[in-house]
């Protein structure tokens, strides 16, 4: 419904207000849909949309009179899977997913004198499925690929060092720095390794830790990760007890649940959320039931992203299939005094969840928010590293439950 | 939606385009061109809509064409100022046939007129002096535009059109047999739609086709038509020509005319328009080269529409980010458009399950039919099963081969984990993978499967139960309880794999002890031994290849033991028991 007003509202004002010097009286009406699609039109203004649209650099801050941050797109010209905000000044790394070969890159983009700029690019031999920035650098970034290694980029040497890996054939879909030294990696089989990340010496491994798939993990604490499956169960390791077996299983009691993104809140470990196929946000309490203890469907199709704002509490970014980015606000769902023991549990309504995508794209692959600001950055099918601000956004149409 | 509107939001989405791409700061050649491709395009179908779909009258058209062209001035007022500021004899006689070219004949008449009233007041002094010739062609130039019909659709179509440039050309003959004015000549031929003429006298493609539209087009003989539009089309660009095609009212060659490889964008939004408006067919009027590049059947009215959306969305496809565009694009083709978007999803790269690819095909898969729907998810289901195979991932291959519907080859890959269970035992990794697969088939709903291989999960079940049966009472009781579940008429376990069931359980029972204390420990009760007992007979009284492959999972659990050796062994320890659990009921 957002999206729909914002383009009705910009090309009527470009079809009808303005006219160039000895223009013709306009006949031209508002937007129609094309192809079935009730919003917007399908071909190429749907894959670049009405936003400040640039090849090359430009300033975050400051498009409006008003000084505020306004939406700023960068075409990379490849599909863009992952984005993970450095913590070090204000650079963003961004890998692709087109799956050709040479053609898959980590870049690092970075807001300086001129603007956003490409600062550094790595070429990626495989897509690349997660990025996880370091815990002891800041500055280098762990990258899980598709042909089954996980790999430091370190942002200072514009270099990639291999830190691990898989055996052939089964994929690194995800990875979780879980202390200085240590990062753990979990394979599209179900395979999983915790590995040191200067020697490359795996430390514990386990096959098929959880059999069926693996599609992403989230450090917990420097001790224990968590990985979301496509069985729909989430399992949690605990590197003190070894990888024998999950210390702990969660379950999203829905038939062929697929659980595609996973994320912790650093501050509380025991509330773990993921996003499903089906559109849905769900959280976890590790210290009750197996079973969530909330779950919403605000996305049209699947969660790509969960991202919990350690510098907000109560605050988590999602992002999806359907092109937009939502955040949340638990804390003032919990302050509406519907009875919820912890903010996290608190009942969402739409006034809590805000649109902060507000051009027209593809599906939005993932999405980060600086931990010093309110910078968003996200990547999306349409090639495209998109920025904009907790600030800039629009409240939702109702949920649907 | 009417097809005015249809086009009106092509437009706008290709103005948001130009306004996005103008606002680049010092733009490479390569987008330049983009621009000037994506800016032509527009110019294509807004000249279309203004001919075809806005309004069916052509004299609204013609009035359309001419604001359409003064929208994209080029330059046409400055030259009129230009001249009016001091210009010469040549740039006066360009401008009025430059104006007249375009249609703003009552512009060039005001021109010429202006400058009558000036060459007569130098010419009553000239006539002063005795020179009274130097203003014959200007009452000539303004005779001819004087004398020019109104100009509507109407006036063309009955001929008065044709005959008055009938008339300017034999003027322009005579001239040129008695003085070869050449800028006379000029605007004469522009009025009799000379394309040598018309050529000179505009300055941009879109001059010279609104010029070609209003002076080459309507009425007169068809073949004559034909050959000046041949005339005019040698000096376009293959973009130009499908406008003149456009004029022509020969859209189909229109709409071949604008494709290129890799460039079939307006073709396609083209097609689709007049396939919305009129039927779409394929005329006589196609080139024999042209039929043979494209090859569609001349039956089928919407194929030309269909064929070059198709190839537009082919061309998107190619971008792996916007699949889903080709998606919409394809499925209003029809079911042409949906084999190809099958084809498209099958062959997606999707070798992981981890790959956020495969939830975007299915996901697309659901817009098919079922019937398509089916083989796409089919396709790459079974593609992930047979990766997860290749690895050993017995428990991913369960699950993909069913949801890939394949039965037969979860069931394989069940009974693999299965037998592997079986001949490491319940502390093996096997036993692990089976615990697995058993999940998978819980989780993948489908039912049928999971009635069929519900033996798989009491297999599981009993083989956990293994683990600490040794120590745990209550844990020997779900063994027990699982394998008589699993040996009877409905477990559904292959006879296959009872000889090893009945051995693990009977492990469960002490081997040797003083009748009073194993009358403490019974470990399996009365009906549940007699259960694994008629098991145990069912296979000690098979023969021959069949009492072979009963006693196999035996062999290999014990590679040393002599499985009739093992047999012997298993029925002292049930019988034992049975009788210990009849002597304690008693």
């Given at each position: 419904?957002?999206?729909?007003?914002?383009?009705?509202?910009?090309?009527?004002?470009?079809?009808?207000?303005?006219?160039?010097?000895?223009?013709?009286?306009?006949?031209?009406?508002?937007?129609?849909?094309?192809?079935?699609?009730?919003?917007?039109?399908?071909?190429?203004?749907?894959a670049?949309g009405?936003?400040?649209?640039?090849?090359?650099?430009?300033?975050l801050?400051?498009?409006?009179?008003?000084?505020?941050?306004?939406e700023k797109v960068l075409f990379s010209g490849k599909v863009l899977a992952t984005v993970r905000w450095l913590e070090?000044?204000s650079s963003a790394v961004v890998g692709s997913s087109e799956g050709?070969?040479?053609e898959d890159f980590v870049r690092v983009y970075e807001?300086?004198?001129?603007?956003i700029?490409l600062?550094?690019e790595c070429?990626h031999?495989g897509k690349v499925f997660d990025l996880e920035v370091t815990?002891?650098?800041?500055?280098s970034v762990l990258c899980a690929s598709s042909?089954?290694?996980v790999r430091?980029y370190?942002n200072?040497?514009?270099?990639?060092?291999?830190?691990?890996?898989?055996?052939?054939?089964?994929a690194a879909a995800g990875v979780a720095a879980?202390?200085?030294?240590?990062?753990?990696g979990a394979?599209s089989?179900?395979?999983?390794?915790?590995?040191?990340?200067?020697?490359?010496?795996?430390?514990?491994?386990?096959?098929?830790?959880?059999?069926?798939?693996i599609r992403a993990a989230s450090r917990?604490?420097?001790?224990?990760?968590a990985t979301a499956?496509?069985?729909?169960?989430?399992?949690?390791?605990?590197?003190?007890?070894?990888?024998?077996?999950?210390?702990?299983?969660?379950?999203?009691?829905?038939?062929?649940?697929a659980l595609l993104c996973i994320d912790a809140?650093r501050?509380?470990?025991?509330?773990v959320f993921c996003g499903t196929d089906?559109g849905e946000v769900v959280?976890?309490?590790?210290?009750?039931?197996?079973?969530?203890?909330?779950?919403?469907?605000p996305h049209n199709g699947q969660v790509w992203d969960v991202r919990v704002m350690n510098s907000?509490?109560?605050m988590l970014l999602s992002c999806g299939e359907d092109g937009s980015v939502l955040s949340w606000?638990?804390?003032?769902?919990?302050?509406?005094?519907?009875?919820?023991?912890?903010?996290?549990?608190?009942?969402?309504?739409?006034?809590?969840?805000?649109q902060l995508a507000l051009g027209k794209t593809l599906g939005v692959n993932a999405v980060d928010v600086h931990a010093?600001g309110d910078l968003v950055a996200y990547v999306t099918d349409s090639s495209t590293l998109c920025f904009t601000s907790l600030?800039?956004s629009?409240?939702?149409?109702?949920?649907?439950? | 939606?009417?097809?005015?509107?249809?086009?009106?939001?092509?437009?706008?989405?290709?103005?948001?385009?130009?306004?996005?791409?103008?606002?680049?700061?010092?733009?490479?050649?390569?987008?330049?061109?983009?621009?000037?491709?994506?800016?032509?395009?527009?110019?294509?179908?807004?000249?279309?809509?203004?001919?075809?779909?806005?309004?069916?009258?052509?004299?609204?058209?013609?009035?359309?064409?001419?604001?359409?062209?003064?929208?994209?001035?080029?330059?046409?007022?400055?030259?009129?100022?230009?001249?009016?500021?001091?210009?010469?004899?040549?740039?006066?006689?360009?401008?009025?046939?430059?104006?007249?070219?375009?249609?703003?004949?009552?512009?060039?008449?005001?021109?010429?007129?202006?400058?009558?009233?000036?060459?007569?007041?130098?010419?009553?002094?000239?006539?002063?002096?005795?020179?009274?010739?130097?203003?014959?062609?200007?009452?000539?130039?303004?005779?001819?535009?004087?004398?020019?019909?109104?100009?509507?659709?109407?006036?063309?179509?009955?001929?008065?059109?044709?005959?008055?440039?009938?008339?300017?050309?034999?003027?322009?003959?005579?001239?040129?047999?008695?003085?070869?004015?050449?800028?006379?000549?000029?605007?004469?031929?522009?009025?009799?739609?000379?394309?040598?003429?018309?050529?000179?006298?505009?300055?941009?493609?879109?001059?010279?086709?609104?010029?070609?539209?209003?002076?080459?087009?309507?009425?007169?003989?068809?073949?004559?038509?034909?050959?000046?539009?041949?005339?005019?089309?040698?000096?376009?660009?293959?973009?130009?020509?499908?406008?003149?095609?456009?004029?022509?009212?020969?859209?189909?060659?229109?709409?071949?005319?604008?494709?290129?490889?890799?460039?079939?964008?307006?073709?396609?939004?083209?097609?689709?328009?007049?396939?919305?408006?009129?039927?779409?067919?394929?005329?006589?009027?196609?080139?024999?080269?042209?039929?043979?590049?494209?090859?569609?059947?001349?039956?089928?009215?919407?194929?030309?529409?269909?064929?070059?959306?198709?190839?537009?969305?082919?061309?998107?496809?190619?971008?792996r980010g916007t699949?889903q565009?080709?998606?919409?694009?394809?499925?209003?083709?029809?079911?042409?458009?949906?084999?190809?978007?099958?084809?498209?999803?099958?062959?997606?790269?999707?070798?992981s399950?981890a790959d956020p690819a495969v939830e975007k095909?299915?996901a697309?898969?659901?817009?098919?039919?079922?019937?398509?729907?089916?083989?796409?998810?089919?396709?790459?289901?079974?593609?992930?099963?047979?990766?997860?195979?290749?690895?050993?991932?017995?428990?991913?291959?369960?699950?993909?081969?069913?949801?890939?519907?394949?039965?037969?080859?979860?069931?394989?890959?069940?009974?693999?984990?299965?037998?592997?269970?079986?001949?490491?035992?319940?502390?093996?990794?096997?036993?692990?993978?089976?615990?697995?697969?058993?999940?998978?088939?819980?989780?993948?709903?489908?039912?049928?499967?999971?009635?069929?291989?519900?033996?798989?999960?009491?297999?599981?079940?009993?083989?956990?139960?293994?683990?600490?049966?040794?120590?745990?009472?209550?844990?020997?009781?779900?063994?027990?309880?699982?394998?008589?579940?699993?040996?009877?008429?409905?477990?559904?376990?292959?006879?296959?794999?009872?000889?090893?069931?009945?051995?693990?359980?009977?492990?469960?029972?002490?081997?040797?002890?003083?009748?009073?204390?194993?009358?403490?420990?019974?470990?399996?009760?009365?009906?549940?031994?007699?259960?694994?007992?008629?098991?145990?007979?069912?296979?000690?009284?098979?023969?021959?290849?069949?009492?072979?492959?009963?006693?196999?999972?035996?062999?290999?659990?014990?590679?040393?033991?002599?499985?009739?050796?093992?047999?012997?062994?298993?029925?002292?320890?049930?019988?034992?028991?049975?009788?210990?659990?009849?002597?304690?009921?008693?």
């Open positions: 419904m957002a999206r729909k007003r914002t383009a009705t509202r910009m090309l009527a004002k470009q079809a009808g207000s303005e006219r160039k010097q000895g223009e013709v009286e306009s006949k031209f009406g508002e937007i129609v849909s094309l192809s079935g699609r009730k919003e917007e039109p399908v071909g190429l203004g749907s670049l009405p936003l400040n649209w640039t090849e090359g650099g430009g300033d801050m400051s498009d409006s009179p008003s000084g505020d941050v306004v070090s000044g050709e070969p040479g807001d300086g004198n001129n603007g700029d600062k550094h070429v031999p815990i002891g650098d800041r500055n042909d089954g290694m430091l370190l200072s040497k514009s270099a990639m060092e291999r830190v691990g890996g898989f055996p052939q054939g089964e879980l202390s200085e030294r240590t990062a753990a394979g089989e179900g395979s999983i390794a915790v590995m040191d990340i200067e020697t490359g010496v795996a430390s514990a491994e386990r096959a098929g830790g959880d059999g069926i798939g917990l604490t420097s001790d224990d990760f499956g496509i069985s729909g169960f989430v399992s949690l390791w605990d590197c003190r007890q070894g990888l024998s077996a999950p210390s702990q299983r969660l379950r999203y009691p829905r038939s062929r649940a809140d501050a509380q470990t025991h509330y089906m959280c976890w309490d590790r210290r009750k039931e197996e079973f969530p203890v909330s779950s919403t469907a907000r509490p109560g606000d638990f804390l003032q769902a919990a302050q509406r005094g519907v009875g919820a023991e912890e903010y996290w549990t608190a009942e969402m309504t739409a006034a809590e969840l805000k010093k600030t800039n629009e409240r939702l149409a109702p949920i649907e439950e | 939606m009417s097809v005015a509107e249809k086009s009106k939001s092509y437009r706008a989405v290709i103005q948001e385009c130009i306004e996005a791409l103008g606002k680049e700061h010092n733009p490479s050649a390569q987008h330049q061109q983009l621009l000037d491709v994506v800016t032509e395009g527009h110019k294509i179908l807004w000249f279309c809509e203004a001919l075809y779909f806005v309004d069916e009258s052509k004299d609204s058209a013609l009035s359309l064409l001419r604001d359409w062209l003064r929208v994209h001035d080029d330059g046409v007022d400055q030259a009129v100022q230009s001249y009016l500021d001091g210009g010469d004899d040549t740039q006066f006689w360009q401008v009025v046939s430059r104006l007249a070219a375009i249609g703003r004949r009552d512009d060039a008449t005001e021109l010429v007129q202006t400058r009558i009233q000036n060459v007569d007041s130098r010419a009553m002094g000239a006539a002063a002096l005795g020179d009274a010739s130097s203003s014959e062609p200007i009452y000539v130039a303004e005779a001819a535009l004087l004398d020019a019909p109104p100009d509507t659709a109407e006036a063309r179509l009955d001929g008065q059109f044709r005959v008055w440039q009938e008339e300017c050309i034999a003027t322009l003959e005579a001239l040129e047999v008695k003085s070869g004015d050449d800028h006379l000549g000029l605007l004469l031929g522009v009025l009799g739609g000379q394309p040598s003429a018309l050529q000179k006298s505009c300055r941009s493609w879109e001059e010279l086709f609104v010029a070609g539209y209003l002076y080459t087009r309507l009425g007169g003989d068809p073949a004559d038509r034909r050959k000046r539009s041949f005339e005019i089309a040698s000096a376009f660009q293959p973009t130009h020509k499908a406008l003149l095609a456009l004029a022509d009212s020969n859209p189909p060659e229109a709409i071949v005319v604008l494709a290129r490889p890799g460039e079939y964008f307006y073709s396609a939004h083209l097609a689709d328009l007049r396939s919305d408006s009129v039927e779409l067919l394929l005329t006589n009027s196609f080139s024999e080269h042209q039929l043979d590049l494209y090859m569609v059947p001349a039956n089928d009215q919407k194929s030309l529409r269909d064929y070059f959306v198709s190839e537009y969305a082919l061309s998107l496809e190619t971008l699949v565009l080709s998606a919409d694009y394809l499925l209003s083709c029809g079911s042409r458009g949906e084999e190809i978007l099958t084809d498209i999803l099958c062959r997606m790269e999707t070798q399950a095909v299915f697309l898969s659901k817009r098919l039919s079922p019937k398509h729907s089916e083989v796409v998810v089919r396709k790459i289901c079974t593609r992930l099963a047979s990766n997860c195979a290749a690895i050993g991932n017995s428990a991913g291959a369960t699950y993909w081969f069913t949801r890939a519907n394949d039965a037969e080859r979860a069931v394989a890959q069940a009974e693999a984990s299965l037998t592997s269970a079986e001949i490491g035992g319940c502390h093996s990794a096997g036993a692990e993978a089976l615990d697995r697969t058993a999940e998978a088939i819980s989780v993948c709903d489908n039912a049928q499967i999971q009635e069929k291989l519900d033996y798989l999960r009491m297999y599981s079940e009993l083989q956990a139960s293994l683990i600490n049966a040794d120590e745990e009472s209550s844990a020997a009781r779900d063994a027990a309880s699982s394998a008589s579940a699993l040996l009877g008429a409905n477990g559904g376990l292959p006879e296959a794999h009872w000889g090893v069931v009945v051995y693990d359980c009977a492990s469960i029972l002490l081997p040797s002890a003083e009748a009073s204390a194993e009358a403490k420990l019974i470990g399996i009760g009365k009906d549940e031994t007699y259960s694994l007992l008629k098991a145990l007979e069912t296979v000690s009284a098979s023969t021959g290849a069949h009492r072979d492959s009963l006693l196999e999972g035996l062999r290999q659990r014990n590679i040393t033991a002599d499985p009739e050796q093992l047999l012997s062994t298993v029925r002292l320890k049930l019988m034992r028991n049975l009788a210990l659990c009849i002597l304690s009921e008693n």
